[in-house]
């Protein structure tokens, strides 16, 4: 089945960067999309970045210019780099994939001094 597992996540001071990783099986991950969505304490579950299988990539407003999308079809990984990273980017971030509604558990990111 579907399994998406989300890795990187931790607490950073503002300005700092971290780089998440998901790991995913159980599909033909190099054919699909695949997204980052972040959901804060009161908020609703938000777009962060979306990969197509050709690789071309969209990101919200809120993280241009900070966030880099990108995967690894041979290690059926996708990856989040965020730089510059600011208080408001505190959530919890999550894999999806974007042909069903198939979630990872999340990673939690804080940043704060």
């Known amino acids: 089945q579907v399994q998406l597992a989300e890795s990187g996540g931790g607490l950073v001071q503002p300005g700092g960067s971290l780089r998440l990783s998901c790991a995913a099986s159980?599909?033909?991950?190099?054919?699909?999309?695949m997204g980052w969505y972040r959901q804060a304490p009161g908020n609703e579950r938000e777009l962060v970045a979306i990969?197509?299988?050709?690789?071309?990539?969209r990101y919200a407003d809120s993280v241009k210019g900070r966030f880099t999308i990108s995967r690894d079809n041979a290690k059926n990984t996708v990856y989040l780099q965020m730089n510059s990273l600011k208080p408001e980017d505190t959530a919890v971030y999550y894999c999806r994939a974007l042909f069903g509604d198939y979630w990872g558990q999340g990673t939690q990111v804080a940043v704060s001094s």
């Open positions: 990969i197509s299988s050709g690789e071309t990539k």
């Open positions: 159980g599909f033909t991950f190099s054919d699909n999309a």
